[in-house]
T-cell receptor, first 114, second 115 residues
Framework: GDSVTQMEGPVTLSEEAFLTINCTYT??????LFWYVQYPGEGLQLLLK?????DKGSNKGFEATYRKETTSFHLEKGSVQVSDSAVYFC?????????????FGTGTQLKVEL | NAGVMQNPRHLVRRRGQEARLRCSPMKGHSHVYWYRQLPEEGLKFMVYLQKENIIDESGMPKERFSAEFPKEGPSILRIQQVVRGDSAAYFC?????????????FGQGTRLTVV
């Protein structure tokens, strides 16, 4: 079946440090790839997405490139802020008769300190 | 423009009671998905519904769990005879018509605690 593997956390960084959160996937079809962010006590918010190979999703300084050859969608940000502290989820969906259900990784908690 | 609304935000039930979780999708959305997040884990798909139809319930436990999305009113996730293992956060997401890369909008979740 389809699955998503992402690096375990927590990841602790100093403000303005470079961030990479690794994500790889296994899929039987051609998935769309997503990064969602969850702040404490809140639901998930879409951070960025990519729908085909070599697409780059970007938002709020975060980027991720859909790499079909390595089945990866790593999240990066050049300079993190304290406000980026949250849990980040990599996910995939494949459009089927069952709609766009999402398969999630286990999440990576990011803590950014001053 | 209200987003996806879930209520209650927090729900405490004793073992053996019933839990009813409600989800009102975004305006204009007719597709609803339910996910469960166990402590320290990612979200797991439970069920996908359109108005009055269950499309995919492959992630639903075979017993005690049911879901509906009536023509009028919110979608309901119902858990009968709750057990401690049902304690989790339950999230609802809604979308417009499915499509490649279609975005799902999530509610804030219902945190169920079974005591």
């Amino acid at each position: 079946g389809d699955s998503v593997t992402q690096m375990e956390g927590p990841v602790t960084l100093s403000e303005e440090a470079f961030l990479t959160i690794n994500c790889t996937y296994t899929a039987t079809g051609y998935p769309s790839l997503f990064w969602y962010v969850q702040y404490p006590g809140e639901g998930l918010q879409l951070l960025l997405k990519a729908t085909k190979a070599d697409d780059k999703g970007s938002n709020k300084g975060f980027e991720a490139t859909y790499r079909k050859e390595t089945t990866s969608f790593h999240l990066e940000k050049g300079s993190v802020q304290v406000s980026d502290s949250a849990v980040y989820f990599c996910a995939l969906s494949i459009l089927t008769g069952g709609g766009n259900k999402l398969t999630f990784g286990t999440g990576t908690q990011l803590k950014v300190e001053l | 423009n209200a987003g996806v609304m879930q209520n209650p935000r927090h729900l405490v039930r004793r073992r053996g009671q019933e839990a009813r979780l409600r989800c009102s999708p975004m305006k204009g959305h007719s597709h609803v998905y339910w996910y469960r997040q166990l402590p320290e884990e990612g979200l797991k798909f439970m069920v996908y519904l359109q108005k009055e139809n269950i499309i995919d319930e492959s992630g639903m436990p075979k017993e005690r769990f049911s879901a509906e999305f009536p023509k009028e009113g919110p979608s309901i996730l119902r858990i009968q005879q709750v057990v401690r293992g049902d304690s989790a956060a339950y999230f609802c997401a809604s979308s417009q018509n499915p499509g490649q890369g279609s975005e799902a909008f999530f509610g804030q979740g219902t945190r169920l605690t079974v005591v």
